[in-house]
């Protein structure tokens, strides 16, 4: 079983008896000079009160064991709280000795729960895009990668049916489907007129209108107490509207195996067993909420469990707040092809694609979905020397991707001998030779490797039962950790030279920091591919 930061911070914290969470996980170089995990002096006082933490539980826990708990090696009482060290090299072997383990998400046993993530923003054309929307999309297809990871049966709504449509998400890189028919709407439209409210003072109905429907009665009876604005009253109901309907109400009821996975539906495949998820602008919360009290007036059979994941607001620094979303992926896609001037062969244009995709989605992901989002729209936002950038973490990708070419290389020179078996590897001799910044190859492994299955598992995790219309998704994790990922190897790749003289008795350190990079290169490759770019091999 893989070593993991949730189990072995779950032992820590049973080993101090019963009570809250006090350890937390130690991710700054300057800590984990001298520690791991802290439980802070103030959450002990109020633990133990005054006096010392016993003896009998330091001792217990510096003998921690069970299913994926780290091997600890020390655990003393310190000015600042009880501070614990792992025994590394045990940890190093560990996770380096089983990379794909921590590459991965953890898949449960049994296939998850069903869900429908519906993005109104998809059924116009690319041109009508607004940012807003934009950051939407890429949200939902985010959201549907890391639950498809986790076996989670995902169907996505609407199929799109502007014929420009399919073109602009390519170009995106969002995986969507394509409409083939349209859902039947005879016995929505049935029900719909049986419920349709008179027309007050002789009202004029806009074309392809078939009247008002009362939505009152269900606000008050389940709306008011889950979220729904208390204004909603009504709802005009057109025959576009009912057609949105058919859609959501056929994904639910023939809810078909995804044969591309190999995944069935959950055992429980009633309706009520799915969870439906409408991703959405804030400017779209309003006329969803209308539709999903609709669903539920006209649908007896409609999932009790409707969320809205709304988005927040993007506001564009020093622009008008009209820019569409091709205008704003042709802006970027001009600025990386500017910034790369010198190169025109058309092996770079795919490369050029790429990178600009990756900066729009780096962008639009970083923030927590429910904030605003800000963008600054100046070059300096494409450069690989910014930090916080989509075209950063590919430049890393690019020299991760270098660095094992030019192994390859010099193995068929000579120079190196053939990568060993990783069981003969010895992971002791992973430490720095430069006293500033510390820690480097411990810092990768310790904030990047090992944590990384856990943050996969919460990028998917869905509150199903939370109460209340509006849900969070912490969509923005994986860009955040990319970052800071990027931003450590780059540290430690700039200080140590990992490809050294090929002398035999340097051979055994180049070996095992290789296969540390060969982990946080899978680890970067699964991150990317969760947001649907693919690594690059140079820039």
């Known amino acids: 079983m893989r070593l993991g930061v949730e189990e072995t911070l779950g032992a820590l914290n049973a080993a101090l008896g019963p009570g809250g969470p006090v350890w937390f996980k130690e991710t700054r170089a300057r800590h984990l000079r001298v520690r791991d995990f802290l439980a802070p002096r103030r959450a002990l006082q109020a633990r133990f009160g005054d006096d010392q933490v016993p003896e009998r539980v330091v001792h217990a826990i510096v003998g921690l064991q069970g299913p994926g708990v780290a091997p600890v090696l020390s655990c003393a009482p310190t000015p600042a709280g009880l501070a614990l060290q792992l025994r590394r090299s045990a940890v190093f072997e560990r996770v380096l000795g089983a990379v794909a383990a921590y590459a991965a998400p953890t898949v449960p046993a049994a296939p998850g729960p069903r869900v429908v993530l519906h993005c109104p923003a998809l059924r116009g054309s690319p041109c009508a895009l607004r940012l807003s929307q934009l950051r939407a999309v890429l949200v939902a297809d985010h959201l549907a990668r890391a639950l498809h990871a986790h076996r989670v049966s995902v169907r996505l709504v609407p199929a799109v049916r502007d ?22 709407t005879e016995a929505l439209r049935s029900r719909a007129l049986a419920e349709l409210t008179p027309a007050r003072n002789a009202e004029a109905l806009p074309s392809g209108a078939l009247g008002r429907v009362c939505l009152k009665e269900l606000v008050d009876e389940r709306g008011r107490t889950t979220g729904y604005d208390p204004n909603l009253d009504s709802c005009l109901v057109t025959e576009d509207l009912l057609a949105v309907l058919a859609e959501l109400q056929q994904a639910v009821q023939d809810w078909a195996e995804d044969s591309s996975l190999g995944l069935a539906a959950a055992p429980d495949a009633g309706t009520d067993s799915c969870m439906v998820v409408h991703v959405v602008s804030c400017e779209e919360d309003f006329q969803q909420q209308k539709l999903d009290l609709l669903w539920w007036k006209l649908d007896d059979q409609a999932p009790l469990r409707q969320k809205h994941l709304v988005c927040g607001p993007v506001k564009v620094a020093g622009a008008p707040g ?8 042709e802006l970027r896609h001009a600025q990386v092809c500017k910034a790369s001037a010198l190169k025109h062969d058309p092996a770079w ?43 950063f973490v590919m430049y890393n990708c690019a020299r991760l991707a270098t660095l094992f070419e030019s192994y390859k290389c010099s193995v068929e020179q000579g120079l190196y001998p053939t990568f060993p078996p990783v069981s003969s590897l010895d992971f002791s001799l992973l430490h720095d030779e430069h006293p500033s910044p510390p820690q480097g190859e411990w810092l990768l492994l310790f904030n990047s490797v090992l944590p990384f299955p856990d943050l996969l598992g919460h990028t998917a995790a869905l509150p199903r039962t939370a109460p209340g219309l509006h849900i969070t998704a912490r969509t923005e994790m994986v860009c955040k950790f990319l970052v800071q990922l990027s931003m450590d190897f780059s540290s430690y790749y700039n200080r140590v030279h990992i490809l050294g003289e090929p002398r035999p008795h340097l051979f055994g350190q180049m070996f095992a920091r290789l296969q540390l990079l060969r982990a946080v290169r899978e680890v970067l490759h699964t991150g990317l591919a969760m947001l649907g770019l693919p690594p690059l091999s140079h820039i």
Do not use: C, N
């Open 322 to 329: 009209t820019l569409t979303a091709p205008e704003y992926y």
């Open 163 to 184: 014929p420009h449509m399919p073109t602009f998400l390519q170009q995106l890189r969002v995986d969507w489907p394509a409409a083939s028919e349209r859902a039947a």
């Open 349 to 391: 244009m795919e490369i050029f694609r790429v990178l600009s995709v990756a900066t729009i989605k780096f962008e639009m992901l970083s923030t927590a979905p429910q904030s605003q989002l800000l963008l600054a729209l100046a070059d300096s936002s494409i450069s690989t020397k910014g930090t916080k950038s989509g075209t």
